[in-house]
């Protein structure tokens, strides 16, 4: 059976192709998402400009600790950026527990596309959204 749309188990972080191939994630580090989860078990780190060292607003890693999350949405429901969805691949139990559960941003990532294609009515809904807020930018 298909799962209904709002179903929601694991968090992945969304991506667009970039040039050469590279993912180009939506997440800009902010820090919400790890904010206001119930169990704390979202870790972010930010990439730094090798030559000036300040901040970039890209994630350097980002993991979540599958086996301590709750599946509440709420990471997902709060990110400003729509970098944060929630997944409905339920399949994913081991017989391990630890380090293998703690998922990283190369684990985590999915295209834009596998997120339309699990949520087509919300993906219509936000794209609608984000088409009137550059609309009324450029006016």
Known sequence: LAAPEEFRVIPFLVYEAGKNGERD???ITCGICAK???TQYIFITRKKDPETGKPIPSPEAFYIDTDKCMNCGFC??????DAIKMNH???VS?????SSRIYNKEKL???LDYYAKIRP???DLEEEERKLKAAAKSA
């Open 36 to 38: 206001v989860c119930p």
């Open 76 to 81: 997902a429901e709060f990110c400003p950026f």
């Open 109 to 111: 990532g999915k295209p």
């Open 121 to 123: 009515i919300n993906y």
């Open 94 to 98: 081991t017989y391990e527990r630890g």
């Open 89 to 91: 691949d339920f399949e």
């Open 25 to 27: 994630y939506r997440c």
